[in-house]
């Protein structure tokens, strides 16, 4: 029985996304919200009909890396170019301020002999940034393509090299990591390696497009390369699989059926693997370890991580000569959180700087996040239409 228990439980967890994702819509709000919702109510923290496992947490990954890799395929370089050393900028203030507030805030609370390593470690969480949902918003919303959606796209994936970057300096000030050189070069040499096999992979594709144009073993052989970047990305060069997949995107996006190949991935992608990573998110919501002053940590946490992106990111564009309107929407897209502040969390976790208990804050952190950010662009967008 329990051998083919994930079959309910994939039944429970699309249901209840569709049904909830069309409710958001129903209300106003964007679909992926009622999906988050949906995970939830039927995972541990409520209902407790559906519990995560090692299958949903997979099935999960592949839903945002094909995310990002049809955020990839949708980018247009001409505009990436042009955003290119301000997506940089922005990208460095949303990781320096909300690092800098959140050491300041774990001291306020937990201060004390030994405790700043810990408190820089706190603010590395809170700079990660995960734009599958906010790029999952921009999508629905028909933004994803403008100047400001390839600037929050552009800066979140920086945002991530530089994340990885302090992540392992504070790890390896711990003195348990000896290899932070290292890792910091591997991860300079991905993006070396993926551009200079970009134009070989470039010229292979719009061999096969030319030859069979609207056939569907040019999609399948996108997505086996999306795939193959992303393993390579993680397990080798010690960066995020969820950039590689972004890249593999970047790499295609120029093909005359890039389009037609987005439309491919993404109906697998609607239909299942996307559903399954937004109620994940839910899934691993749990409050059963919180206290009055990690509750309050919590809180905390929360708001000074979303002003923290804000006020960096926005601030920065807006000296980037953008618009202030603009420049609000691309602080609101910078502030979710996910699987890269689980994954940094994690390692946190083996290195000894981080308890358990701290994975509440964490969730808390992702959870609201992925709620609040499409719904407040989403708003601006509706009051400020802007490319």
Same mark, same amino acid.
């Given at each position: 029985?329990?051998?083919?228990? /994930?079959?309910? $439980? ?19 709000a ?9 995970g ?6 409520v209902?407790?009909?559906v519990?995560?496992? $090692?299958?949903?947490?997979q099935?999960?990954e592949?839903g945002?890396?094909?995310l990002? /890799? ?5 980018t247009?370089?001409k ?5 290119g050393?301000?997506?940089t900028?922005?990208?460095? %203030?949303?990781?320096f301020?909300?690092m800098?507030?959140g050491?300041a805030? /774990?001291l306020? /609370?937990y ?5 700043l ?8 969480i809170?700079?990660?940034?995960s734009?599958s949902?906010?790029?999952a918003?921009l999508k629905?919303?028909?933004k994803l393509?403008?100047?400001v959606? !390839?600037?929050?796209?552009? %800066?979140a994936?920086?945002?991530? *090299? +530089?994340?990885?970057?302090v992540?392992t ?19 300079a040499?991905?993006f070396?390696v ?10 292979v ?14 999609p ?5 390369y999306c ?7 993680e397990?080798?060069?010690?960066? %995020? ?10 790499v295609?996006?120029n093909l005359? $059926? ?7 991935v $993404? ?5 299942v693997?996307?559903?399954l ?7 691993? !919501?749990?409050f059963?370890?919180?206290d ?14 979303l ?15 953008f618009?202030g309107?603009?420049?609000?929407k691309?602080?609101l897209?910078?502030?979710?959180r996910?699987? *890269? ?8 976790l #083996? ?6 208990d701290?994975?509440? #804050?964490?969730?808390l952190? +992702?959870?609201v996040?992925s ?5 407040l662009l ?7 239409? !802007?490319?």
């Open positions: 029985m329990d051998s083919v228990r /994930f079959l309910l $439980d994939l039944a429970i967890l699309l249901f209840a996304a569709k049904a909830f994702g069309i409710l958001a819509r129903r209300v106003g964007p679909e992926v919200v009622g999906e988050i919702v949906a939830l109510l039927v995972g541990p923290a209902l407790g009909l519990d995560q496992s $090692d299958f949903l947490s099935m999960a592949v945002v890396i094909m990002m /890799f049809e955020a990839g395929l949708g247009d370089l505009k990436l170019r042009q955003t050393w301000k997506a900028l922005i990208a460095c %203030a949303g990781v301020v909300p800098a507030l050491t805030l /774990f306020c /609370f201060g004390g002999p030994g405790q390593l810990k408190g820089l470690f706190i603010g590395t809170m700079s990660a940034t734009v949902i906010t790029v918003a629905e919303l028909g393509d403008g100047v959606g !390839t600037t929050i796209t552009s %800066a994936i920086i945002d991530d *090299v +530089i994340g990885i970057i992540l300096v504070v790890i390896g000030m711990t003195g348990n990591s000896s290899g932070s050189a290292l890792v910091i070069g591997k991860a040499l991905f070396v993926a551009i200079g096999s970009g134009f070989v992979v470039y010229k594709f719009s061999w096969l497009d030319a030859h069979y144009t609207h056939t569907r073993r040019v399948i052989a996108s997505l086996c795939l193959a970047l992303a393993y390579l990305a397990t080798y060069f010690g960066i %995020a699989d969820i950039t590689g997949a972004y890249v593999a995107g970047v295609l996006c005359s $059926d890039a389009g037609y190949i987005e439309r491919r $993404d109906i697998s992608s609607y239909m693997f996307a559903p990573f937004f109620t994940g998110i839910g899934l691993k !919501t749990s059963s370890s919180v009055a002053k990690l509750l309050a940590f919590s809180v905390c946490f929360v708001i000074v991580s002003l923290g992106k804000v006020i960096g990111c926005g601030l920065c564009a807006r000296a980037c000569r618009s309107r603009d420049s609000l691309i602080g897209g910078m502030m979710t996910g699987e *890269v502040a689980l994954i940094t969390a994690q390692k946190g #083996s290195a000894g700087l981080l308890t358990a701290f994975f509440t #804050s964490v969730i952190l +992702i959870l996040s709620i609040v950010t499409p719904i989403k708003r601006e967008y509706t009051k400020y239409p !802007t490319d």
